[in-house]
């Protein structure tokens, strides 16, 4: 298994996560080696598909992403609206060395023809379609999800009580039920000093708020 040497250690994986807003120090730092020793790239949502592009082409690293609610790029209509080079697990799971990850797009609906927008009863009908991947990721690897990437917060964490910044209730079930270790999530910006770390832990997962980019160390 990748991630595991030959003594049976199990080796960190280093995550760049970004969402919800493009930092202009990334077009120096990237290119500058900041992040040269990231192994893989995660995206939360609410980015233009050119910056992800940029990033990954940059750092030459897999890349996984949900869309959010503000892809300046994304069209319901046509599947090929994507960012290149990248995968889109919204409802999928996928395995990057030794951590299984789920992804799950999208926010509360706060206006009828908003696109990537879902009632909290939408929202758990979109949740329920995941439960075989984690089904099967739990018979063949004993757990469902080591992360879970999302657009929207969860109910009642990090979120806020206008229509547009609600939690998504079927993210708390889905930590239940999967049980992740991690999960990031973008959508509400926080400039509060009561949220200067931006994580929160719930059960047993550690809930991060990526706006605008986070390096997350996970072994
Ligand atoms: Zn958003």
New binding site residues.
Partial sequence: MHGIDFYGTIHAVKILAVS?QVVERMYTLAPGGHFHDVDLILGC??LPYTYLEYIVTVLNKPMLYVP???DPEFDWKDSRSRAEGGSNLDLKTARHKHLLIGGFGG?IRYRPDGVNQYTQLEAYMRAFRMLPLLWKNRIEHGRALDILIS?SPPFGIHDDTDPAHQGLKALNWLMGIAKPRYLLH??THFYRNNLEEQATTSGSAKIINVFPYKIIEVS
Avoid: A, S
């Fill in positions: 919800d949502g609410d959010g609610n503000h926010c657009h973008g959508h």
